[in-house]
């Protein structure tokens, strides 16, 4: 009908030709898309030709590998099988590291060809992410960054308009080089520390929880895009919610307003005029802007005033309710250029308490109790993906905590992380990239430079402010961002941090606390007038409820050993020897940063190989990590107004601090700390017996059954203590009953089990914990006697990607202790991963049952999976799941 048209009536072939044109207008604002598949690489020293050569789309490419983008050189070489698993016992080791053979080991060009022309009224954009460490970029064989580009955390626009070949076959070539100075990975933290003297995240040279990364991770290590607009290209938009007053979740709101700005480039010869616009709830706040030729401007639009917003909650507090908005530049109807943003409607705000004497953070004029865990890095060699991400958040957001704090020694995390985040409630504390370790704090003899000079690092100034400018544009739009930090341990040297704090925040965002350092006064004071942090190794569980630390403290943590099958995944056979306290540790399990159990493991009797060890590790997990909870909220606004774990991930197959492993598996360090900290929660103080409730909530919690039962360890029989009914008032944690008498006249000489449930008035069961007590010589004989458990468990597909586990034991039976649960394949035995339990290394009481659902990748969904299940008196099992 078209070409009819056209051919017999050349006014309406004006008209359509017209059409056409506004409605490309209208669609370029869509044409964003990553350049992340077809790139090829070869090292620098394997070819003599210069970017102008390479660049061109017909220079050969011939012995050029595959490479990874976004990625690192050694991921590109991995997948390419030209080294080892690095993660894998120690092939690390086989690896030659950067700092023996100097940078061009590691100095590569990248090449992407692709197709891409523009109309005359559009323009094209090229968008790197990030680069480790410096680039050279050059399209269609002109060179097109017009110096070297440096720095890790910093990215790069650049209009390839003038660039783009006319037949649309282009390409794009990258010369990366490593940091200038890889630092030599004598085994300090961080090396000898001049990895630090570049804009570079300082781990990769090597840490007290993993080994150095040889290529200290060079390469187009983060995402590319190309971008079509018309004249004007929406950038850096921003968004700023003010929630007044002290609001409830789920209540009808008083309210908010919302300011949006945004940055309007021109790059054309000439002025353009338009629109600048977004719509919201059904109201279009806009205006009219005229934007000078070949500039950039800020604009920012008129405030919104929101009637009764739905707010973002952190975890544990209220929903997470998140708004899309467009902001668009218009020409009548036509959009040249539109970038979408995803916000949440809520208010961080921070005031010293002098109870703790330390900060106190409110969220909607609401108090936060901080239950945070620290966080390195996704992956070590920055394989990050966006699933990977969202499984990660989640694992927190499961652990009942509300707060991940980003530790200054990795980098800024992604815009994605973020995005999980937003999910699910998790208060963000995002460092800048420094560390007492390499920046100078401390005496240091594995360091090259005093710490005068170190004090100076990075070496570029001026480098460091333009990117902590960028890296703020970048995700300080996300609700879940709370607490900006100017490094782990220390202050960036103090013409940076004058500038972070006198105008870098105030003018690019001015609405987050800064704190100078993670440990710093500001943040909390300790009895004797300081601050710090720790200690970091595993504890008697009692300490945690009867030792004041750090009011507000940011890195607390202990062991996290995994459980056998995490282990079988990275030790060789050859080495998968359990360390015995006091005894020589395994070379692989010393290269894999193990730390000590100390005396704990011998409590449950000796391991007698590593299977048996891991599986004791688990008991000792899940009690030190539900102490730790418990004891920090048992003296919430007393003594403390948060906590944070060191740490709660590794991004290598670490032996230490992780509630799950490298490869998304879960161990007892998850489930403890889940029980631990949950919103609403029953517990027991170790030291004095005395049971207490924890109230996270803003609302007094009325007609409480409080009940409390002792199990005799061997024959399952119980003794009820108490019933009774009770209240709790807001954000509180309260004292109600001893049992210390009582358990004394048991004459405990072996153990027993302790059970507390707190049920409504309905009997819905709200809040439940099983103690584990040693007998009257600190060890667990009764639990070594144990007679074998009789558990019946089922399993049905509830759902896409979703199983229904139902566990009950009969009311003759032993309590069934300790059970894991895991989904793994029918045919290699091997775990689904990552799968989310709604509890794990859980125990049934006689005559009780119990209902759990796990969630697995809807990926699996389909094939033949199975049930597996163990537990310390119960014989390892694998069922069928029903249909």
Same mark, same amino acid.
């Given at each position: 009908?078209?070409?009819?048209?056209? +051919?017999?009536?050349p006014?309406?072939?004006?008209?359509?030709?017209a059409?056409?044109t506004?409605?490309?207008?209208?669609?370029?604002t869509?044409?964003?898309y990553?350049?992340?598949?077809?790139?090829?690489?070869?090292?620098?020293?394997?070819?003599?030709a210069?970017?102008?050569?390479i660049s061109?789309?017909?220079?050969?490419?011939?012995?050029?590998?595959p490479?990874?983008?976004p990625?690192?050189v050694?991921?590109?070489?991995?997948?390419?099988?030209q080294?080892?698993?690095?993660f894998?016992?120690m #092939?690390?080791?086989?690896?030659?590291?950067?700092?023996?053979?100097?940078?061009?080991?590691?100095t590569?060009?990248?090449?992407?060809? =692709?197709?891409?022309t523009?109309l005359?009224?559009?323009?094209?954009?090229?968008?790197?992410?990030?680069?480790n460490?410096?680039?050279?970029?050059?399209?269609?064989?002109?060179?097109i #960054? @017009?110096r070297?580009?440096?720095g890790?955390?910093?990215?790069?626009?650049y209009?390839?308009?003038? %660039?783009?070949?006319?037949n649309?076959?282009?390409?794009?070539?990258?010369?990366?080089?490593?940091p200038?100075?890889?630092?030599?990975?004598?085994?300090?933290?961080?090396?000898?520390?001049?990895?630090?003297?570049?804009?570079?995240?300082?781990?990769?040279?090597?840490?007290?929880?993993?080994?150095?990364?040889?290529?200290?991770?060079t390469?187009?290590?983060?995402k590319? !895009?190309?971008?079509?607009?018309g004249?004007?290209?929406?950038?850096?938009p921003?968004?700023?919610?003010?929630?007044?007053?002290?609001?409830?979740?789920? *209540?009808?709101?008083?309210?908010?307003?919302?300011?949006?700005s945004?940055?309007?480039?021109n790059p054309?010869p000439?002025?353009v005029?338009?629109?600048?616009?977004?719509? &919201?709830?059904?109201k279009?706040?806009?205006k009219?802007?005229t934007?000078?030729?070949?500039s950039?401007?800020?604009?920012?639009?008129p405030?919104?005033?929101?009637?009764?917003?739905?707010?973002?909650?952190?975890?544990?507090?209220?929903?997470?309710?998140?708004?899309?908005?467009?902001?668009?530049?218009?020409?009548?109807?036509?959009?040249?250029?539109?970038?979408t943003?995803r916000?949440?409607?809520?208010?961080?705000?921070?005031?010293?308490?002098?109870?703790?004497?330390?900060?106190q953070?409110?969220?909607?004029?609401?108090?936060? !109790?901080?239950?945070?865990?620290?966080?390195?890095?996704?992956?070590?060699?920055?394989?990050?993906s966006?699933?990977?991400?969202?499984?990660?958040?989640?694992?927190?957001r499961?652990?009942?905590?509300?707060l991940?704090?980003?530790?200054?020694?990795?980098?800024?995390?992604?815009?994605? =992380?973020?995005?999980?985040?937003?999910?699910?409630g998790m208060?963000?504390f995002q460092d800048?990239?420094?560390?007492?370790?390499?920046?100078?704090?401390?005496?240091?003899?594995?360091?090259?430079?005093?710490?005068?000079t170190?004090?100076?690092?990075?070496?570029?100034?001026?480098?460091?402010?333009?990117?902590?400018?960028?890296?703020?544009?970048?995700?300080?739009n996300?609700?879940?961002?709370a !607490?900006?930090c100017g490094?782990n341990?220390?202050t960036? @040297?103090?013409?940076?941090?004058?500038?972070?704090?006198?105008?870098?925040?105030?003018?690019?965002?001015?609405?987050?606390?800064? $704190?100078?350092?993670s440990n710093?006064?500001?943040?909390?004071?300790?009895t004797?007038?300081?601050?710090?942090?720790?200690?970091?190794?595993?504890q008697?569980?009692?300490?945690?409820?009867? +030792?004041?630390t750090?009011?507000?403290?940011?890195?607390?943590?202990?062991?996290?050993?995994g459980?056998?099958?995490?282990?079988k995944?990275?030790?060789?056979?050859?080495?998968?020897t359990?360390p015995?306290?006091?005894?020589?540790?395994d070379?692989?399990?010393q290269?894999?940063?193990?730390?000590? /159990?100390?005396?704990?493991?011998?409590?449950?009797?000796?391991?007698?190989? *590593?299977e048996?060890?891991?599986?004791?590790?688990?008991?000792?997990?899940?009690?030190?990590?539900?102490?730790?909870?418990?004891? %920090?909220?048992?003296?919430?606004w007393?003594? /403390?107004?948060?906590?944070?774990?060191?740490?709660?991930?590794?991004?290598?197959?670490?032996?230490?601090?992780?509630?799950?492993?490298?490869?998304?598996d879960?161990?007892?360090c998850? /489930?403890?700390?889940?029980?631990?900290?949950? @919103?609403?929660h029953?517990?027991?103080?170790?030291?004095?017996?005395?049971?207490?409730?924890?109230?996270?909530?803003?609302?007094?919690?009325?007609?409480?059954m409080m009940?409390?039962r002792?199990?005799?360890?061997?024959?399952?029989r119980?003794?009820?203590?108490?019933?009774?009914?009770?209240?709790?008032?807001?954000?509180?944690?309260?004292k109600? !009953?001893?049992?210390?008498?009582?358990l004394?006249?048991?004459?405990?000489?072996?153990?027993?089990?302790?059970?507390?449930?707190?049920?409504?008035?309905d009997?819905t069961?709200?809040?439940?914990?099983? /103690?584990?007590?040693?007998?009257?010589?600190?060890?667990?004989?009764?639990?070594?006697?144990?007679?074998?458990g009789?558990?019946?468990v089922?399993?049905?597909?509830?759902?896409?990607?979703?199983?229904?586990?139902?566990?009950?034991?009969?009311?003759t039976?032993?309590v069934?202790? $300790?059970?894991r649960?895991?989904?793994i394949?029918?045919?290699?035995?091997?775990?689904? &991963?990552?799968?989310?339990?709604?509890?794990?290394?859980?125990?049934?009481?006689?005559?009780?049952?119990?209902?759990?659902?796990?969630?697995?990748?809807e990926?699996?969904?389909?094939?033949?999976?199975?049930?597996?299940?163990?537990?310390?008196?119960?014989e390892?099992?694998v069922?069928?799941?029903?249909?």
């Open positions: 009908m078209i070409k009819h048209i056209y +051919h017999h009536h006014f309406a072939c004006l008209l359509i030709g059409l056409l506004l409605i490309h207008i209208t669609a370029y869509q044409q964003r990553e350049l992340n598949s077809g790139w090829r690489c070869i090292n620098v020293k394997n070819t003599t210069n970017g102008n050569a061109q789309p017909s220079y050969p490419l011939k012995g050029w590998m490479a990874t983008v990625g690192t050694l991921t590109t070489l991995l997948n390419n099988q080294i080892p698993d690095p894998y016992g #092939n690390n080791e086989k690896i030659p590291d950067i700092y023996h053979t100097g940078n061009d080991q590691y590569y060009w990248f090449v992407k060809d =692709f197709k891409e523009v005359p009224q559009e323009q094209a954009w090229l968008q790197l992410r990030g680069v460490y410096k680039s050279e970029i050059y399209l269609n064989g002109k060179k #960054n @017009p070297t580009h440096e890790m955390f910093l990215r790069q626009q209009n390839i308009t003038p %660039f783009l070949a006319k649309g076959t282009n390409r794009l070539a990258v010369i990366v080089y490593p200038d100075h890889p630092g030599n990975p004598n085994g300090g933290q961080g090396g000898d520390g001049t990895i630090a003297k570049g804009l570079t995240h300082q781990y990769v040279a090597g840490w007290d929880w993993i080994q150095p990364i040889r290529d200290r991770n390469g187009i290590w983060d590319v !895009f190309i971008e079509k607009t004249g004007i290209n929406v950038q850096n921003h968004i700023v919610t003010e929630v007044k007053g002290k609001r409830y979740p789920g *209540a009808s709101q008083e309210p908010a307003v919302i300011r949006v945004a940055e309007l480039e054309t000439g002025e005029s338009g629109i600048l616009q977004y719509q &919201l709830e059904g279009t706040i806009s009219q802007v934007i000078p030729a070949n950039r401007q800020e604009i920012r639009l405030d919104l005033k929101l009637d009764n917003p739905r707010l973002w909650w952190p975890n544990g507090y209220g929903a997470q309710e998140l708004y899309d908005i467009k902001l668009q530049f218009l020409q009548g109807t036509a959009s040249h250029d539109e970038e943003i916000f949440g409607i809520r208010q961080i705000d921070n005031s010293w308490n002098p109870q703790t004497g330390s900060m953070a409110f969220v909607n004029g609401q108090p936060i !109790f901080i239950k945070g865990g620290n966080w390195i890095i996704s992956d070590a060699m920055l394989r990050f966006e699933e990977r991400y969202d499984a990660e958040v989640r694992f927190h499961d652990m009942n905590l509300n991940i704090r980003i530790w200054g020694g990795a980098l800024t995390e992604r815009p994605e =992380f973020y995005q999980a985040c937003d999910k699910y208060l963000v800048f990239w420094f560390s007492g370790d390499c920046n100078g704090r401390w005496l240091d003899p594995m360091k090259k430079e005093d710490q005068w170190r004090r100076k690092y990075p070496d570029d100034h001026p480098l460091v402010v333009r990117a902590i400018a960028d890296q703020v544009r970048m995700i300080r996300h609700p879940s961002l !607490f900006w490094g341990e220390i960036p @040297p103090e013409d940076i941090l004058h500038a972070i704090k006198d105008s870098l925040l105030p003018a690019l965002d001015g609405t987050r606390y800064f $704190f100078d350092y710093s006064d500001s943040m909390s004071l300790n004797i007038g300081g601050n710090g942090d720790g200690p970091y190794n595993i008697d569980i009692n300490s945690f409820w009867t +030792h004041k750090f009011p507000y403290n940011s890195e607390i943590g202990s062991v996290g050993v459980d056998y099958a995490s282990l995944r990275f030790i060789p056979a050859g080495n998968m359990p015995q306290h006091r005894g020589k540790i070379s692989v399990w290269y894999h940063k193990y730390i000590g /159990y100390g005396e704990h493991i011998d409590k449950y009797g000796p391991a007698t190989d *590593a048996d060890f891991a599986m004791k590790a688990q008991l000792v997990n899940y009690d030190q990590y539900r102490a730790l909870a418990e004891g %920090f909220s048992s003296h919430m007393h003594w /403390y107004t948060g906590v944070m774990i060191w740490k709660t991930q590794n991004p290598w197959t670490a032996l230490r601090g992780q509630m799950y492993d490298y490869y998304l879960p161990n007892a998850l /489930y403890g700390l889940r029980k631990g900290s949950e @919103p609403l029953i517990m027991m103080n170790p030291a004095d017996s005395m049971v207490m409730i924890v109230n996270n909530g803003f609302t007094t919690r009325r007609d409480l009940e409390a002792v199990y005799d360890v061997l024959t399952g119980d003794s009820l203590y108490t019933l009774i009914f009770n209240e709790i008032g807001p954000s509180m944690a309260k109600y !009953f001893p049992m210390n008498g009582f004394k006249s048991l004459h405990k000489q072996s153990g027993v089990f302790v059970s507390l449930k707190l049920k409504g008035t009997k069961l709200i809040s439940e914990n099983l /103690y584990w007590l040693p007998g009257a010589d600190g060890k667990y004989k009764a639990l070594q006697e144990m007679p074998a009789r558990l019946q089922s399993a049905t597909h509830t759902g896409r990607g979703r199983v229904t586990i139902t566990l009950s034991n009969p009311e039976a032993p069934s202790f $300790f059970n649960l895991a989904l394949h029918a045919g290699s035995g091997e775990r689904i &991963l990552p799968a989310f339990y709604s509890d794990n290394y859980l125990s049934i009481l006689p005559g009780e049952r119990t209902t759990i659902v796990a969630d697995y990748p990926t699996f969904t389909g094939k033949d999976i199975r049930l597996e299940y163990y537990g310390w008196n119960q390892r099992q069922i069928g799941i029903q249909k």
